[in-house]
């Protein structure tokens, strides 16, 4: 039997698909995902499922769209999670960093779970548990940075969610991820192959580098956000928008009209954390060259959503625009074709039939994801051309019952159950999303030829959906059994 690979699955937290230079996009600092780029595929048009953390991330493991696994918004529960697929084959599956799943330290399938969620915490409206950051920060005695700290200051109120970071480069979380990342990648002693998922939980706000990082961006010409016009959009996204403007969510305190100087500050500091989770991926790397590891490890990078940092007058996500459904996306290791970029649309899902294959575990036929492997293998006979997303049910987005996005090539809609304005772009002449086409005589046809492909879409859906119901009945104890304890003396010190 040939040797299956080890693989690597760095998650990061809303990340926007404009920040690897290797990409093409020269204001960004990130040498370790240019070498990553450039030794592997990378998909320029990856989108994700849903346009928020817990219920990307699950349709993600799951491999189906939202309103087929039922997760909506951040505290609903899983009910299955392709990763135990992987430990019943025969792998070692850790987690490191942040999942997002809920419950938060269910075992899902990891026989490890190493636990570091979201950055600001505080808030006491948002769920309590203690992560290994909580715990770091216990022994050391410090109170943890976030929007509660973070508000005792006077200039709170300018600082659009960017600060510098105040403590210790290793505390920083994503320093610490991944950091612990690579403390086990040193420390692991077992002979199976091993499914490590390092979930990085920045850029995600608060925007806070360290110093150092922000010192790179000084001096760089730094794109700032596409211009809002909030009267042209639709109800519930100008009750997003207004949303924002009086909630601090995240520690982002968000503007009507904040000023060049402003955008450029805040988006510096974004574009900083990148370059700090840049040189986490570097160490990443290193530690599995200095175990003799990397010819033999799939790598893969991504982010579950991506950050408008005021686009279209908008903060974060929670909406469908292009700066938040689209994210980069790079796999690198044996059998990954070099330098290679793939310009077709494919959907974030699509890489958890592609890990199974990886892996030599059969694919579940009743999954709606779409394996990426033809990619590595001279490309797929029929391309997915269509992607789609939804939300519904969210804390945030309350202006709408159901949104529901679809892409065909590069027409783009964007559809609410309960108003009867909506977007249509195309992307192709409007990249920036400036020019909704909604109410264009000329354009009738192709929008109501696309929201009848939204249901369409959804009754084929809905046929598929018992095998996974079956899939959660057979796989319900695995999912919440806690982790399993290491095995054969695989956590012994390694000898040098």
């Not at 309590?128 to 005792?152: C, H, I, M």
């Not at 009750?239 to 995240?250: I, K, P, S, T």
Request: proline letters at 8%.
């Amino acid at each position: 039997m040939t040797k299956r690979p080890n693989i690597v699955f760095i998650i990061t937290d809303q990340q926007r698909y404009d920040t690897i230079a290797a990409l093409g996009f020269d204001h960004m600092i990130t040498p370790n995902l240019d070498r990553l780029a450039r030794r592997g595929t990378a998909f320029e048009n990856m989108y994700i499922t849903a346009p928020s953390c817990a219920p990307s991330r699950a349709s993600l493991f799951t491999g189906v769209y939202p309103h087929t696994n039922g997760v909506f918004r951040n505290d609903e529960p899983w009910n299955y999670c392709w990763v135990k697929d992987l430990a019943e084959a025969g792998y070692r599956t850790v987690n490191v960093g942040k999942m997002h799943t809920m419950p938060v330290e269910g075992a899902f399938g990891f026989q490890e779970r190493h636990v570091t969620e979201n950055k600001d915490r505080d808030h006491p409206n948002l769920p309590f548990y203690l992560d290994n950051w909580d715990k770091a920060y216990f022994l050391k005695g410090l109170e943890k940075p976030s929007r509660v700290t973070q508000r005792r200051r006077s200039d709170y109120h300018d600082l659009l969610g960017a600060w510098v970071w105040p403590h210790e480069e290793i505390m920083h979380p994503d320093v610490f991820t991944g950091q612990m990342a690579c403390w086990w990648l040193d420390r692991f002693t077992g002979t199976e192959p091993f499914f490590l998922q390092v979930g990085i939980p920045g850029p995600h706000p608060p925007y806070d580098p360290t110093q150092e990082y922000l010192d790179m961006y000084e001096d760089k010409e730094l794109p700032l956000p596409i211009p809002p016009d909030p009267d042209a959009q639709p109800g519930a996204m100008q009750q997003l928008r207004e949303f924002h403007l009086g909630e601090d969510a995240d520690g982002v305190v968000h503007l009507p009209n904040p000023t060049p100087e402003q955008s450029r500050r805040q988006r510096a500091h974004y574009y900083a954390n990148v370059t700090m989770i840049d040189k986490q991926v570097g160490d990443i790397l290193d530690a599995l060259e200095a175990r003799g590891a990397l010819d033999d490890t799939i790598i893969i990078f991504t982010s579950d959503h991506g950050d408008c940092l005021g686009d279209h007058g908008h903060s974060q996500k929670w909406n469908m625009y292009q700066s938040t459904v689209r994210v980069p996306a790079i796999v690198a290791g044996p059998g990954i074709p070099a330098g290679q970029c793939i310009k077709d649309n494919v959907a974030l899902f699509d890489l958890g039939p592609t890990i199974l294959e990886f892996a030599g575990v059969a694919v579940p036929r009743w999954m709606e994801a779409t394996s990426l492997m033809p990619y590595f293998n001279g490309g797929p006979e029929q391309p997915r051309t269509r992607v789609y997303a939804e939300h519904s049910n969210d804390a945030l987005l309350t202006g709408t019952r159901f949104m529901t996005m679809i892409l065909d090539g590069t027409t783009k809609l964007v559809h609410f159950v309960d108003d009867e304005k909506g977007m249509l772009f195309d992307l192709a002449a409007d990249p920036d999303e400036q020019n909704n086409l909604w109410d264009d005589p000329a354009h009738t046809g192709t929008r109501d030829w696309l929201i009848d492909e939204i249901l369409n879409w959804r009754l084929e859906s809905s046929m598929q959906s018992q095998g996974f119901i079956d899939a959660c009945i057979r796989g319900a104890h695995a999912m919440m059994s806690p982790p399993l304890t290491p095995a054969r003396g695989q956590h012994r010190e390694r000898t040098r």
